[in-house]
């Protein structure tokens, strides 16, 4: 498991985005808030509006939302 919180600016993939592209990260946390009484952490992330592919040109990272700490995993370096 990783280590939370993570900082502003980490880029990030949703544990739901498996395939390999996805390691070197779909989104970028704006904003970190917590840790709640059960010591998770929720993340406010730009990332992209199809959230089924890759980043890009014809996929930027325009849309904000939030991801629970347990769902967000750092890229690989």
């Known amino acids: 498991m990783s280590q939370h919180p993570l900082p502003v600016g980490a880029r990030v ?11 070197s990260g779909t989104a970028t946390i704006v904003a970190v808030d917590g840790p709640w009484p059960d010591g998770t952490y929720e ?3 730009l990332t992209t509006q ?18 629970a700490s347990y769902s967000t995993i750092p890229t690989e370096k």
Request: hydrophobic share 20%.
């Open 43 to 45: 993340y406010d992330v």
């Open 13 to 23: 993939r949703h544990y739901g985005q498996q395939w390999p592209a996805a390691r």
């Open 50 to 67: 199809d959230f089924s592919r890759r980043p890009g040109p014809d996929n930027p990272e325009t849309r904000q939302t939030r991801w």
